[in-house]
């Protein structure tokens, strides 16, 4: 038998307070913030309304406010993307990679974990409530492309197309290799603002991405010669990996100084899968 969802004065206070600031993702500290006392005191607190299904424990520290129109249900997990979003809501950070094509409508495949960028942060690993959220980092000095995105549970930050794309040629391993990079791109090529595109590659400082970067949009078809020759400008003698998931072998690109170690047939199967599963989305005319 669930137990009833019977709610305390400090408990309702606590409720009233957390929907008046509206927030349904919390930490201990908010906690004792509104209800005053000790952090032991707060967490038994916390303990109880867990256990009559209240809320739910996102991790050490975080919890979340279980929906009462989920009825008897005691467990919730929330929107990954929210949750992912709050969890590091007091500092600089941003839905990113694999997660930020999911958002941008570049990529049709399942996400399995979110990947969110935080400042000046140690790569880790963190599980909440099942999801998985995988946390990279990157020098404050290199946050920009990023803004808020508004969802039926909650807004979070997140890379724009741009930064996302460039993002995801920085460490194709965290969004499935080049060849969904590629089909990716292709998806939303009518709303990528080359120029832009051009400015974030060159600003991110890695000499790789300059070379992805000019590859990728010779592939795509976006671009003009003003675009190409900025990125040429930037290129150096040194050859680097297309794909740096894949193996260290393929023919040799001279135009962008690339090892084309992912083959053209992949690519063009990748954007094949892209064009049904779009197809697939669209709604019968």
Not at 29 to 43: E, F, M, P, Y
């Amino acid at each position: 038998m669930k137990s009833m969802k019977t709610l305390g004065r400090s408990t309702a206070s606590l409720l009233t307070a957390l929907h008046d600031e509206r927030r349904t993702i919390f930490s201990l500290d908010d906690a004792v913030r509104i209800l005053g006392g000790t952090k032991k005191t707060v967490s038994n607190l916390l303990s109880k309304a867990q256990q009559r299904g209240v809320v739910t424990r996102l991790r050490r520290g975080t919890y979340i406010l279980v929906p009462f129109e989920l009825g008897s249900e005691s467990v919730y997990a929330g929107d990954p993307w929210v949750v992912a979003d709050r969890l590091f809501e007091d500092k600089q950070r941003y839905l990113s990679h694999g997660t930020a094509m999911a958002i941008h409508g570049m990529t049709q495949q399942p996400q399995i974990l979110v990947t969110i960028t935080v400042a000046d942060r140690y790569p880790e690993t963190i599980f909440a409530q099942g999801t998985e959220i995988r946390v990279t980092g990157l020098p404050i000095s290199q946050f920009f492309g990023i803004g808020r995105k508004w969802f039926e549970h909650g807004y979070v930050m997140v890379s724009d197309v741009e930064r996302t794309i460039i993002d995801c040629l920085r460490r194709p391993d965290l969004c499935g290799g080049f060849s969904e990079i590629a089909a990716g791109t292709w998806m939303v090529k009518e709303k990528v603002k080359t120029k832009k595109l051009v400015d974030y590659a060159l600003q991110i400082k890695t000499k790789a991405v300059v070379n992805r970067t000019g590859f990728l949009m010779a592939s795509c078809d976006l671009g003009d010669e003003e675009d190409m020759q900025r990125l040429r400008s930037a290129l150096t003698d040194t050859y680097h990996l297309l794909d740096p998931t894949m193996p260290d072998d393929g023919r040799f690109n001279s135009r962008w100084r690339l090892r084309v170690n992912v083959s053209e047939e992949e690519t063009r199967m990748a954007r094949a899968k892209a064009r049904r599963d779009l197809s697939d989305s669209l709604p019968a005319l």
